[in-house]
Every structure is written in C-alpha cells, then in structure tokens.
T-cell receptor, first 112, second 113 residues
Framework: EAGVVQSPRYKIIEKKQPVAFWCNPI?????LYWYRQNLGQGPELLIR????????DSQLPKDRFSAERLKGVDSTLKIQPAELGDSAVYLC??????????FGSGTQLSVL | AQKVTQAQTEISVVEKEDVTLDCVYE???????LFWYKQPPSGELVFLIR??????QNEISGRYSWNFQKSTSSFNFTITASQVVDSAVYFC??????????FGTGTLLAVQP
C-alpha cells in the first residue's frame, strides 16, 4: 500500500515568490493534516481537514498561507508571498483514526 | 495548556548499549494519548507506539519498551542493545480532545558502531 506522497521533495525560492506543495494521502484516509517543522523543532499543526472541510486552521497564517482539499482527496498548501521565516519542512499526514497519523517525507522549503 | 518536554537534545551511545529517551507531558485532559515517532534522515515520521491515558501497562516490542507513569507524567522510551539503524530523531507527542498532536522538540540519537 502506498504511503502519503508529497511533492516536491525540495524547493528553493526567493522571498516574495509564491510556492505550492502537494499531498496525496493514503487511499481511504478521510483526515488530512499539514504540519510545519522548523529546524531542530517538532512538527506544528497548520491545518486539519475532515474530507474537504477544514476543521482546524487556527494555526494557519491566513494572510499568506492558503490550503485546499478539493474532492476530499489530494491537498495543496500555498504560500504567497513567501518570507525568509517560512523556511522549514512542510509535512503532510493522513489518518482514519485521529490518534494514529501516517506522515509523508515532507517538502523542504528554503526561502532566500 | 498542553506541552511535551524532551529534555535530552542529543544522545550518543555505542552499539549494543541500552538507551532511554525521556518524555514529560502536561495536559488537563482526562483522556489523552501519548505517542513516539521516529524520524530518520529521510525525513518521514514513522509511528512507533500509541498509549491511552487509561492504560499504564508498560509495553515491549522487540528491542523497544515504553514506561508510562501518570504519577510523574512521563512516557519514557528504552531501546535495548541499540543498533546503528536506530540513529534518528525521536519525537514524543501528546494527543487529546482536539485531535491535534503536540510534539516535543525531539531527541537526536546517534548510535556509533
């Protein structure tokens, strides 16, 4: 069974540019999460979806970050415009049981 | 507020040594879950274990064992006879009523051959 797939694996952009990350969750997993992991830190939740509905986006910086999960399967996370402080690893996870998450390998973003 | 503390930033051991990773948590929830995840250099977080707050039985899985003690709000993880492949960052996490995982800052384990 395929795991959570994320792309791209790495992304380098200049500040003020837009960037988008894509996530394909495990088939049948209704819940999808986007986490951000800063260097030397644990992951922090940005947004959680139940099917196509964002049920917890309290930690998402809405001035520059947006996310969507059309049709309740794949999801994209966008940053526009990116800032230097956005450099981090962006992790996607999915689950059927809210207490057991399966994570992708993440997208490492470097903003120059 | 919910919080997870992993006081050990880095641990270095020689292969075949036993090593214990500490985790202390804070929560006001009466029902909660504790987790350990492994993050190898590839970056993917690998689920190791989940325990709920009503089950304080210690658990052993191969070379891994976990000691959950509510009295001290701790959920420590021991690797017996460590191997080089155990080298990774290990995260302890807390989940509660909000279905949101709160992660600690991680412990980098380096197992030297």
């Amino acid at each position: 069974e395929a795991g959570v797939v994320q792309s791209p694996r790495y992304k380098i952009i200049e500040k003020k540019q837009p960037v988008a990350f894509w996530c394909n969750p495990i088939s049948g997993h209704n819940t999808l999460y986007w986490y951000r992991q800063n260097l030397g830190q644990g992951p922090e939740l940005l947004i959680r979806y139940e099917n196509e509905e964002a049920v917890d986006d309290s930690q998402l910086p809405k001035d520059r970050f947006s996310a969507e999960r059309l049709k309740g399967v794949d999801s994209t996370l966008k940053i526009q415009p990116a800032e230097l402080g956005d450099s981090a690893v962006y992790l996607c996870a999915s689950s059927t049981n809210p207490q057991k998450l399966f994570f992708g390998s993440g997208t490492q973003l470097s903003v120059l | 507020a919910q919080k997870v503390t992993q006081a050990q930033t880095e641990i270095s051991v020689v292969e075949k040594e036993d090593v214990t990773l500490d985790c202390v948590y804070e929560t006001r929830d009466t029902t909660y879950y504790l987790f350990w995840y492994k993050q190898p250099p590839s970056g993917e977080l690998v689920f190791l274990i989940r325990r709920n707050s009503f089950d304080e039985q210690n658990e052993i899985s191969g070379r891994y064992s976990w000691n959950f003690q509510k009295s001290t709000s701790s959920f420590n993880f021991t690797i017996t006879a460590s191997q080089v492949v155990d080298s990774a960052v290990y995260f302890c996490a807390l989940g509660g009523a909000t279905n949101k995982l709160i992660f600690g800052t991680g412990t980098l384990l380096a197992v030297q051959p």
